[in-house]
């Protein structure tokens, strides 16, 4: 994974999963459309699920 993908999905887990930021006010904060939050975050939790080998509840 590149460096800036690493970042995106940290970006995303961090505003969207522990500061609880709504998906318009992450895409306000990265400057990105709501959809591509909506997938990014979607995408960052099954790496992440995959990675703890396991389910992953949100």
Do not use: D, P
């Not at 999905?9 to 969207?16: C, E, H, Q, W």
């Not at 790496?47 to 080998?53: E, F, P």
């Amino acid at each position: 994974m590149s460096g800036f993908t690493y970042i995106t999905k940290i970006s995303t887990i961090f505003l969207r999963g522990i500061k609880e930021f709504s998906v318009s006010e992450t895409a306000s904060i990265l400057n990105w459309n709501e959809n591509k939050v909506r997938i990014t975050y979607h995408r960052a939790l099954k790496k992440l699920q995959k990675s703890m080998g396991g389910f992953f509840y949100e």
